[in-house]
């Protein structure tokens, strides 16, 4: 079993940055990837950016490149979402996930364990 934990969410207002957080404890992977997701009111869940364990190639929704910037901590067992210039329509909660593979996905459908989320809301 693998527990995410999420932090770093919060209000901002739009133009701002936030740094999201996800520790990974319990059963680890020595090559897994790890994404963000995010879902706003009323919408679907979406990708947002995701990361290899190993070599760290990246994948990002076109909504957010240039914008937010993954990256990860092998010791640490951490990933983080960098997210600046922020939108109003980046409001969501953000999900972290993970999956036992190495290669990142774009579907949630392909992850195995999720965080509970954080919520990030971006005042116009």
């Known amino acids: 079993q693998v527990q995410l934990v999420e932090s770093g969410g919060g209000l901002v207002q739009s133009g701002g940055s936030l740094r999201l957080s996800c520790a990974a404890s319990g059963r680890t992977f020595s090559r897994a990837a790890l994404a963000w997701f995010r879902q706003a009111p009323g919408k679907e869940r979406e990708f947002v950016a995701a990361?290899?364990?190993?070599?760290?190639?990246?994948n990002y929704a076109d909504s957010v490149k240039g914008r937010f910037t993954i990256s990860r901590d092998n010791a640490k067992v951490t990933v983080y979402l960098q997210m600046n210039s922020l939108k109003a329509e980046d409001t969501a909660v953000y999900y972290c996930a993970a999956r036992g593979m190495a290669s990142p996905s774009t579907n949630s459908d392909a992850y195995d364990y999720w965080g509970q989320g954080t919520q990030v809301t971006v005042s116009s």
């Open positions: 990361i290899s364990w190993v070599g760290g190639s990246t």
